[in-house]
Structure formats: C-alpha cells, structure tokens
C-alpha cells in the first residue's frame, strides 16, 4: 500500500487508486430505450444485430458520460439485457435442461429461461434483496458442471477500452450467486447450491485471469448477500472463496463490495483475506461502521465508503458523508468514496423534469446527480474542503431549505394520527366474518377471480395520453375508460369468472395512480426505474404528510358494478406497497409516514363499501420486500406495517371481504406477519414455484382463505388446462378445498389479450374441473 499523506489517493502498489467511483448505473437508458428495444425484438419486429446495437449504444453513453463527470473508476459489465443474475447463470453455463432441448439460439435460450417459451417454464423470479428489482433464480444440482462459456465481461471491457475508458469490470460473486440459487428438481435431497463453491471459483478465477489479460486493472465483486445474517458454514464459504480467488497470481486487484446494510460478521473474514479493497454500505449500513474502525485487518486495504445514497433521490448531507469518511482516514489504508449501492434503484436525471415544482426539484438528486456528488466528495477528499467550500455551501443551504419549506407538514393528519386507538387497527373475529362473507357473496367453492388489472391496449394508452396534452377532455376520457370497463367486465362475464374486477384501464401504475391523487406526494416525467426485464416503473417521490382530498377509485368500482350481478372487487394499493414503491421522506420515521398513508387508504375502503363495493382488495406485494436483512431489525418493521394494513382495511362491516395479494417474494420470513395482517382472502404467486408458499402457509397454521396463483403472467406463454388443473391439485392437498380461491400470479397489465384470454378460459376450466373432484 503506499504511504501517500491522504489517504484518498493510496492504492494498492501497482494499481491506480479508486478515488470516486459509483458501484453501478441504470441500464435501461434515459428514456427507456432498452425496453422498447427488447419489446420488438421479442414481437419478432427487429432482429438480434438490432437489439446488440441498441445495447451498444446504451453502453458506450454511459462509459463516456461517466468518464466526462469526473469519475476515477468507472464501473462496466454493469449492463444487462435481462437481470445479472441470469447474465452470471448464463456465463456459467447453468442452464437447465429443459432450455437447452428447446433448440434456441443462445440470445432465446437465455430469454426463454426468463420468460418461458411454449411447454418450457421460466425460472422463478423474485425480488433482489428488499429493493423493487426482481431477479431470476439460478436452479443447480450436483451434477451442475459450470464452465466459462460466456465472454460478456471481457467484451464489454474492451469495448469501453476503444473508447478510452478503462472500466471496473463488474461481477456478482461467487457466494452471492449461489445463495440466491435453489436447488433444482432433479437435485439429491440434502443438497445445497454451496456445495459448488470449488466448481464455480475455477471458473471465477479463470475469468479474472481473462480480465487481467485484456488490460483490466480492478474488478468489483457484489456480494450483497452479506448484508445478511448469515450461518458459519456460509461465513466460511466467504472466507474460503476470497482466500482461493486472492490467492490467484493472475488477476486484477479485487474490491468486494458488499451493500443494502451492514456487512457484520462477514466483515472480518473478508478483510483477512488477500482481497485489495472492501465496499461498504454506510447509509443502509451505518450501523456498521463502529465495527469498521475497529477492523485492524482493514489497516492494508482501501475501504470504498458507501456514503451516498443509491436507493432514495434526496440530496446528500455532505458535510456528514465527508465527516464519516474523515473517521475512516485512520482505519483503512487507503479510503474511496462512492455510492452506497448501485445507482440502479434511482432514474437517470433530475433536470430533464421541466414540469416539477423548482424547489422540490432543487432537493433531488438521481442517478446523474448522485455522480456529481460522488465527484465533489471526492475533490474535498483529495484537496480539502476549503477548495469547495462554496459548492458545500450551496447544498447545505438547499438542504435548509427543505427542513424549513411550507407545505410538509398538516396539522390536521397530525392530529388524526394522535387520536388514533388500538381498536382502530382491528376487525371482528374471522370465523363471525367469514359467515357473514358466504351469506352475502353466496360464491361457489373454489372461487376464480383475477388480481386486478386487464392488458392495457393501444386505445386506453392513446386516451390517456391525448388527456394529458389536452387533447381530450375529462368527460371524453371518462367516456372511453367507460367503454373498457364495459367491455372487460362482458369478457369476464362470458369467460365465466366468479369475482370480477374492473381491469383499471385508467391508471398508469398501481403506486403512481394513487400518489397522483394524494396530498404530499409528487410524480415525475422520466423518472423510469428498472424492476426487471423491460419492465419500468416511476416511483413518486413523498415529500410531505400525506392525506385523501377526494375519492380515487369509487366511480370507477361503482360503475363496474353497477353493470353486472357477481361482485366486483374494489382495488387499491396498500400502504407498505405505497412507501416501499415511492421514493420516500426521510426526515421522519418510516412508522408515521405508513400510519398516514393508511388512513388515506383506510377512507378509501370506507367510500368504496358505502357505494356497494361488496369485496376490497388491498394490494401488498411489498410486505417481504421491505423486511430488514438482519433479523434483529424485523420485528419493528414487521409490527408497523401489520398495523399500517389493518388500521387501512379495519373499518368496514364484517360481510365485506378484504383481500390482499403478494407475489414475487420469498414468504417464509413473513408467514407471521401474512397472518397477522387478518385479510380475509390473500392470494400469492405460486406457479413458478410450484405451489412451495402453500406447505409453509400449512405448517404455519393460516388458517384463513388463500388463492395461490395457477397462472404465471410474468411469461407469454398460455398454460394449458391440465397445468393449471395440476397445480391446483397440488394446492388442494396443501390447503382444504372450502378455503382456496383460484387467480392469477399477479395482474395482467403487461400481458396481451391473445394471451390472456385463452389462459383465463383455461383457468376456469381446470377450476370446474378440480370442483368436481372435490364434489365427488
């Protein structure tokens, strides 16, 4: 290490110096140019060279753009078609059998293992940590033969070299990677992905040796997975990975970077090994930083201290960042600076949203923002604060600015919120309710009904974009929402659903509709984030307290209703979905803000059942999301956002059925909390993984009703009749037939009415098919 007086320029002797640097950017481009690109590619529209120049171009802007802020390391390999999990799998060379018999060319099979293709089932997607990105999961076995067939990080590298930019070639690592695989069907019993540590850290190495020769002289290793509680035998698989892969004679220097909290009993392990550099998480990990400064093995080493934040959009407290990484200046020998977390989570730039209030836009900061501060912070770093004093200035004053801004606070939500009661946040016993249910609703066993949204066609997308540039007027778009409402609920009808919704022609997003028309939220133009393949989201940005100043979604229910016998469901989003989808405040407790988005809810319901709404769904997909990676954090969380749903849905008769739905998650560390939550109905993804959230739901104890999804729509392919009968056989050995609902994984927004029709009419069949078993 040398022994430069500031710490911000030592490196490891031979390498160049970190400095500021980034851990990884958005992927989608500035105006979701990848996902258009993807969609004709996958509609047969464009042809593969097509799509491979799109990515290029995608790249290359964001080397360069990086590069000209002012970066020391640029982070590459960063780009993705799909998901990097997947990329790592595919690089590997798992891919399970079923894809390879499909005779795909290699750009198909690798989408096809993220879609599916007719007759091959998809890998299981699920969310990456407790973030609103999904990832796909790797399915291994002992006869897993990974090898290094892919040469994408290489590539890339080189393709950035053209150009003058030398990148940090960006790599999920080896223990990562395999806790977030599952063993595959065909595995042994007793089988554990870690198991192939040994196979896959040859590959890693030999990898690293192929970086090492194109030129490469640092590359990142995420091992997110850390952040968690984590077993001894795992601990030691990190200590044995990054001894074997630091032990290599031919490779780049190694930063491992570990984020989304504290890194805690893998910290030491990590350090003690011959790795050159260690990335820590110090917003979401903070916590953690008291066992950084006491970490002697850190003292050869360049600690990349994660002090801006990469999940949230408010400008960053610099004079905190600078002070945090001053405590660092005598841990580490070396100290970096950099975002806490890759920039994937935040959208591109907040000065292209000429449409947002100025000074709420004067206290953001996304992706392209968040480098200028990493670069600042590293100049004050490199020559002292002085040398930037004014810049500091005027962030400090923004950030006064905001404490002190009109408009954030209500005194009468404040108020509400003080008058609350214990029996606000609880309903009548279930088995009272679930009677007063069957007398009023009169279903019949094994109920079909979907999770809420139809395909968005064409028409409804051009009718709510001629009503935004004032092209069509109120009474027009209502008109035409109207005429899809109608002629979704006929479908439904005719396809012989039970319980019916409206199909929510008019909303844009399940969070977004409704932070449109809440008091305290905010909405952007291009604020586009990626949460998995083509698909993007705009999360709002909550700035203040939050209130309902009208109804949201009663006409729309009511009208649903009023043209058909079976009930519709009212839909809404629940408040723990809301926050963990938005960019959230973070000048108060995470608690209060839940409870004032739940009364909002909470009077939604009320209006909803007042106007005859007979079943309210109440949407929290996010409720695993948000759980805290260690354990000791959960129970704060777990006990506020129970309390958030139920003061949301516990004020209405016991004859109006709440259900709630979740998907896409790992259940099992929340099974209490889905109880504890009281819906009456709660439906959950279960197709992709074959109805496994059922057994645990069972052995819990749930004893309340359940619709486990039978249909995967995160895939175009149509599961046929015996499919979907199969699973539900399945789920009727888990769950007793009077208490299962049959719907959907989730809605159908991103799907085709070519798709979704027939897959639907499929559902009802199996569904009367399974009906008559059970009358048998």
Not at 504 to 522: S, T
Request: net charge neutral.
């Amino acid at each position: 290490m040398s022994h430069n007086e500031n710490p911000f320029d030592a490196s490891p002797a031979g390498h160049p110096p970190i400095g500021a640097t980034v851990l990884g950017y958005p992927r989608i481009g500035p105006r979701r140019e990848l996902k258009r690109a993807l969609e004709r590619y996958w509609a047969g529209r464009s042809t593969e060279d097509e799509l491979h120049a799109t990515g290029r171009r995608l790249r290359e802007r964001t080397w360069l753009e990086l590069r000209d802020a002012g970066l020391d390391s640029v982070p590459g390999n960063t780009f993705s078609y799909y998901d990097q999990v997947l990329d790592t799998a595919v690089l590997f060379d798992a891919v399970p059998e079923r894809f390879r018999a499909a005779g795909l060319s290699e750009l198909d099979t690798y989408f096809a293992m993220a879609r599916g293709v007719a007759g091959v089932p998809p890998l299981e997607l699920t969310k990456w940590f407790d973030t609103n990105y999904h990832h796909l999961v790797p399915e291994l076995a002992e006869h897993t033969r990974f090898a290094l067939v892919g040469d994408k990080p290489v590539a890339e590298y080189r393709q950035a070299a053209a150009l003058g930019v030398r990148t940090r070639p960006v790599l999920l690592g080896p223990v990562s990677f395999l806790l977030l695989a599952k063993p595959s069907p065909a595995a042994r019993p007793g089988f554990t992905p870690l198991d192939l540590l040994e196979p896959l850290l040859a590959c890693y190495g030999e990898l690293l040796a192929r970086l090492r020769a194109a030129g490469a002289s640092w590359v990142q290793l995420d091992e997110p997975a850390l952040v968690a509680d984590r077993s001894p035998a795992e601990i030691a698989a990190v200590r044995t990975a990054y001894a074997w892969l630091s032990g290599r004679t031919e490779r780049p220097a190694l930063l491992v970077a570990g984020y989304y909290g504290e890194l805690g009993e893998a910290l030491d392990p990590l350090a003690r090994t011959g790795i050159e550099a260690l990335g820590v998480d110090l917003v979401a990990g903070r916590a953690g930083l008291n066992r950084l400064v006491a970490t002697p093995a850190l003292r050869d080493k360049t600690l990349v201290a994660g002090v801006v934040d990469g999940r949230n959009v408010w400008r960053t407290d610099l004079d905190a960042a600078l002070a945090t990484c001053a405590t660092l200046f005598g841990t580490a020998g070396a100290v970096a600076v950099s975002t806490s977390c890759p920039l994937l989570h935040v959208p591109y730039d907040v000065t292209v949203e000429s449409t947002m209030d100025a000074r709420l836009r004067s206290w953001l900061a996304f992706a392209r923002q968040k480098v200028d501060e990493v670069v600042l912070l590293g100049r004050a770093l490199r020559h002292g604060p002085d040398r930037v004093a004014g810049e500091l200035a005027e962030v400090r004053a923004t950030r006064q600015d905001r404490a002190g801004a009109p408009g954030l606070r209500d005194d009468r939500v404040r108020a509400r919120l003080a008058a609350l009661r214990p029996e606000d946040a609880r309903r009548g016993p279930y088995p009272r309710r679930a009677a007063a249910q069957r007398a009023a609703l009169r279903l019949p066993a094994l109920p079909t009904t979907t999770i809420g949204s139809f395909p968005q066609t064409d028409a409804v997308r051009r009718a709510r974009a001629a009503l935004r540039a004032g092209q069509l007027d109120p009474a027009g778009y209502r008109e035409r929402m109207r005429a899809e409402i109608t002629r979704v609920v006929r479908l439904q009808e005719e396809i012989g659903l039970d319980v019916l919704v409206h199909g929510e022609p008019e909303r844009n997003d399940m969070v977004q509709y409704f932070a449109e028309r809440l008091a305290g939220f905010a909405t952007t133009e291009l604020g586009w984030v990626q949460s998995y393949g083509s698909r993007c989201v705009r999360p709002p940005i909550l700035f203040g307290d939050v209130s309902r100043p009208a109804p949201m979604t009663v006409s729309w229910a009511g009208f649903a209703q009023s043209l058909t016998p079976r009930p519709v469901k009212g839909m809404l989003t629940g408040p723990v979905t809301i926050l963990a989808w938005s960019f959230v405040r973070d000048d108060q407790p995470l608690a209060t803000t839940a409870r004032q988005v739940a009364l909002a809810i909470r009077d939604e319901v009320r209006d909803l059942e007042a106007a005859g709404i007979r079943v309210v769904q109440v949407d929290e997909p996010a409720l695993r999301e948000l759980l805290p990676p260690r354990k000791r954090h959960r129970r704060d969380y777990l006990d506020w956002a129970v309390t958030a749903f139920r003061l949301a849905t516990s004020g209405v008769a016991d004859s109006t059925q709440i259900h709630t739905h979740m998907c896409y998650s790992e259940f099992g560390d929340v099974l209490d909390a889905i109880d504890g939550i009281d819906a009456d109905v709660t439906s959950v993804e279960a197709a992709r993984s074959g109805m496994a959230v059922l057994a645990d739901l069972a052995s819990a104890g749930f004893a309340r009703q359940v619709g486990p999804g039978v249909y995967d729509i995160h895939s175009p392919r149509v599961p046929d009749v015996a499919e979907i009968a199969e699973l539900l056989r399945a789920a009727v050995r888990a769950v007793p037939g009077e208490r299962l609902w049959v719907n959907p994984d989730c809605g159908l927004k991103t799907r085709s009415y070519d798709q979704v029709e027939p897959a639907l009419r499929n559902l009802v069949a199996a569904a009367g098919q399974v009906r008559a078993d059970l009358a048998r």
